[in-house]
């Protein structure tokens, strides 16, 4: 497959539609209580998923990433490993609730390479799954 590359020009081109998409764009998780929350947005190996779901579990997720990193400013960066799976959306949604930015890291990756992505984002926290505890408890970082 040929890779694509955007001149200047065309990068500033992309940056002004993208923006104007994404100011009508309402984020799943502040859909209005009208909106049909019980509709499945994913199925995966664990069952199924309803938009419900997702707002009320990732909700908790913040909850908790709000009280675990309480007194440093918004915005900082918050790493998650998990499977593909409704844990990946759970983690990405939480924290983009908390007010922070999202750091995925890859279940393939070693330890040490894990540790240089947490080390180089300054992640001030990981959420991850029982699946991958031990790995992320392995790893000493901040």
Request: glycine share 4%; with cysteine.
């Amino acid at each position: 497959m040929d890779k694509i590359f955007l001149s200047c020009l065309d990068k500033t081109k992309v940056l002004k539609d993208l923006s104007r998409c994404l100011s009508s764009a309402v984020p799943v998780f502040k859909l209005p209580k009208e909106a049909k929350l019980n509709k499945i947005a994913i199925r995966d190996s664990y069952g199924s998923h309803s938009y419900g779901d997702l707002q009320v579990k990732s909700g908790r997720i913040a909850s908790a990433l709000k009280s675990a990193i309480k007194g440093q400013n918004l915005g900082r960066n918050v790493a998650f490993l998990s499977d593909n799976n409704h844990h990946y959306v759970l983690a990405q949604f939480g924290i983009w609730k908390s007010g922070q930015a999202c750091v995925p890291l890859c279940k393939a990756h070693p330890p040490e390479s894990l540790k240089y992505y947490l080390e180089d984002s300054k992640s001030v926290a990981v959420i991850t799954t029982s699946q991958f505890k031990d790995t992320v408890s392995s790893i000493k970082f901040l």
